[in-house]
């Protein structure tokens, strides 16, 4: 199937017209959008930091926004869909928090118009960190001396400690959180030897096949598009084949179940393919366990096309030149609550 | 009640033989004890901090070691009793890992002997880490690329990732979590205005209260033992008392449990009063949640005494300065299994 075909049936004609060699293959930019009203401040970052490691934002003191974006790995937990308070699995895997502050939405059915919006999601869903309220989550921090201080430095006012600046901080911690130097980027910086033979034939394949419809620019998810609005894809968008029965790629609806328009019917995210290598499991539910075996659902279910194996070697040693340079960090020191707990049985 | 009448409650008519004021009081030693068998190394420790950090040691996948023993905060999650991979409560409370190389034994019981001893009991204990046997622990660990190269680098020989090693490894990195630099310890090398008044009428009323029979020493958790020898006591010591049932702190029979001796009836390891100030809430079973409180109970239920307002106010302000200078810690950076996950849902 060429590309036309393609984006007939994904109803998005007008897309290759600037899918453009330009746009198709890109470095990662050397900097992050910032949005106007949540500037970077150091002090900010650190406290964003502590917040972000800290188990206290779930109603059990045992989950943290790092328990399933783990930093000291890959950004998210490796499970097909992560554990919350209670010990209850999600219902989506958890996408890296690596590169998402190059996200233009969040989530996989873009429900989320930035990190700051992100950021609210998780401490207030009953399944992940289940705190009840926000009015809690705000009494829990602030209750804390020491975040009471850094708030009040950061941010200022009379009270400083609100789930909006909960969620500021933390998405200025996150907006550090990127990979560059990948081979990849290093190959396309000009160091032809950073990419093996294997890995520039998979470059070449990667968009002979039609891969980059859908992952093309410096992110490989998409045409840049403006933060809040974001870039999606019917997924599966072939389901005559037996990896939509297998994986159960149909059951989840995506971005209907967020505006319950028709069109909407399992429409998702394009996801970022920097440091996919280390991201398994595969898709929106986690389903896939293995690269080579993500790389023939993707070729069959997007674009209706059947892999030699030679083709999925060669595609996967690209996908894992697209592994970047992960930051140094230095564990935060959490606040004290000294002589007391604010943890209830 | 006088000293003499409490060592023969306790059974224990011999220590204050020895407990003269040179062992009472004393700063943090500046070394740890390390097994012979153990030597420390860089790599080691840098493995083992990898390890402590990894929640790939759990069935699951989210339970490390410093989900209940968490280095960013005090060595501990400040709950009651700690939730497991499964979401499940245990029976008693985390204790801080900070300083726990210092311990003779390990575990409220100290039913292991050693730091290696005890790296081994969470990841098989079925409400905790809850791997099914060592074998899966040794495979799964052994099916990491970046572990299997540095169990060999550090360990060597032809199988080197064994639960034994693995162990090895993690006390190797504990050894390293010692909180020096105390207001306590300042005073002791001659500032005499490290600590505040109230907390200089505190340490004397620890001493003339009779507190020092047990939290003597520079841990404060009795005379130094051989390693592998604990210092227990028997808690509650008086049970005529309202706080016994209030806190339900006679339900567990301590190292009876393990030795299954009658003597040894809810006889407990005399717990460290190093950064008590942070490790709330307090005792065996986490049921006392602020430290006046505690400072309430264990005057009555260990001396049989009642303590004024003022006085606990006081003992508080000096417990309160044994509150050491945590190290920085750099994350680690956890291997990956490339292309792949190893865990299930």
């Not at 970052?45 to 109603?59: A, H, M, N």
């Not at 998979?202 to 980059?212: A, D, H, N, Q, V």
């Not at 059951?251 to 328009?261: A, I, K």
Request: charged share 20%; glycine share 8%; hydrophobic share 35%.
């Amino acid at each position: 199937m060429g590309s036309v075909s393609f984006w007939k049936k994904a109803g998005l004609c007008c897309i290759p017209l600037i899918a453009t060699s330009a746009i198709l293959w890109a470095q990662m930019p050397s900097h992050v959008p910032i949005p106007k009203d949540n500037p970077q401040t150091r002090e900010k970052i650190e406290l964003g930091k502590q917040l972000f490691f800290d188990p206290r934002l779930s109603v059990t003191g045992t989950v943290s926004c790092n328990s399933c974006h783990n930093v000291m790995s890959n950004g998210t937990d490796n499970r097909p869909v992560s554990l919350g308070a209670h010990g209850k699995p999600g219902d989506r895997n958890a996408p890296t928090v690596f590169n998402a502050a190059f996200r233009s939405v969040q989530f996989w059915d873009g429900r989320a118009a930035s990190l700051e919006d992100q950021a609210k999601g998780p401490p207030m869903n009953p399944v992940e960190m289940a705190m009840p309220s926000e009015q809690m989550i705000e009494e829990r921090i602030g209750s804390i001396p020491g975040y009471r201080r850094e708030f009040e430095k950061v941010f200022g006012g009379s009270q400083p400690v609100t789930f909006d600046n909960i969620a500021k901080a933390i998405a200025s911690f996150e907006r550090t959180l990127i990979t560059p130097g990948s081979p990849y980027d290093r190959y396309m910086a000009g160091d032809k030897a950073a990419l093996s033979p294997e890995a520039q034939r998979g470059l070449k394949l990667f968009e002979s096949t039609g891969c980059t419809a859908c992952h093309s620019g410096p992110m490989f998810s998409g045409p840049t598009q403006p933060m809040g609005t974001g870039f999606y894809m019917k997924f599966p968008l072939f389901s005559d084949n037996p990896y939509v029965k297998q994986y159960n790629l149909a059951e989840d609806l995506g971005r209907y179940q967020v505006t319950h328009q028709e069109q909407d019917q399992h429409m998702f995210v394009v996801p970022s393919l920097r440091n996919v290598e280390v991201t398994a499991p595969y898709f929106h539910n986690g389903s896939v366990k293995t690269l080579d075996e993500a790389v023939r659902v993707m070729a069959r279910t997007q674009l209706n096309k059947t892999l030699d194996e030679k083709d999925v070697q060669d595609m996967v040693a690209f996908l894992d030149s697209l592994t970047g340079e992960f930051p140094v960090i230095t564990l935060p020191r959490l606040p004290e609550t000294p002589n007391t707990t604010i943890l209830e049985r």
